[in-house]
């Protein structure tokens, strides 16, 4: 079993910061990418950031230059620290993970249960 758990969406006015956080855990022997995606009302979901195992990253043009995307190989988390944050980045942001159960499986996407990012005008 693998669990991907985020945490520090919530409500913040815009030009504020956030900084989310997930942690994946359970059976897992290696994570390649670890990424952001975002899902606002009525829109499909897209990736926001990834960050692979050995810190390439790369940034929606949308929020390049405002979100940076980091991990920690060793605690198998990942953070997105946001700033000037706009009234469009409001979405439920989903963190994403591929990685390996054990030396013998496939790679496989697991998702985590999304935390709510609100920006008020």
């Known amino acids: 079993q693998v669990q991907l758990v985020e945490s520090g969406g919530g409500l913040v006015q815009a030009g504020g910061s956030l900084r989310l956080s997930c942690a994946a855990s359970g059976s897992i022997f290696s994570i390649n990418a670890m990424s952001w995606y975002r899902q606002a009302p009525g829109q499909q979901r897209e990736l926001v950031a990834a960050i692979t195992s050995v810190g390439s990253t790369n940034y929606a043009d949308s929020v390049k230059g405002r979100f940076t995307i980091s991990r920690d190989n060793a605690k198998n988390t990942v953070h997105l620290q946001m700033i000037s944050l706009k009234p469009e980045d409001t979405a439920v942001y989903y963190c994403?993970?591929?990685?390996?159960?054990?030396?013998?499986?496939?790679?496989?996407?697991?998702w985590g249960q999304g935390t709510q990012v609100t920006v008020s005008s």
């Open positions: 994403n993970a591929v990685l390996r159960r054990t030396t013998f499986t496939g790679l496989n996407a697991y």
